[in-house]
């Protein structure tokens, strides 16, 4: 059964595609320019932080995000769209 399968149980199936999280160790580890670097990729330049994912998580766990299904979304401030 596929996420777009006729016999739907009400199971969703989709993909969460984070960015760089410039946060905490990972953040404090990486140099000053490699982070400049990657702020000015993204059209949201700022960094990004775990709530972000998270609340992308919580959304389509919810009953709102019933008929979303089979998607791929990205939470990168734009990074893959090109800035």
């Given at each position: 059964m596929t996420s777009v399968s006729p016999d739907?149980?009400?199971?969703?199936?989709?993909?969460?595609l984070p960015g760089v999280v410039l946060y905490g160790l990972q953040s404090s580890r990486l140099p000053d320019a490699y982070k400049q670097m990657i702020l000015g990729m993204q059209?949201?330049?700022?960094?990004?932080?775990?709530?972000?994912?998270?609340?992308?998580?919580?959304?389509l766990c919810s009953e709102a995000a019933r008929f979303i299904?089979?998607?791929e979304l990205a939470i990168d401030g734009g990074l893959t769209h090109g800035g």
């Open positions: 739907f149980l009400g199971v969703t199936v989709n993909t969460v059209c949201i330049a700022e960094p990004l932080g775990c709530d972000a994912i998270a609340n992308a998580v919580a959304f299904t089979g998607q």
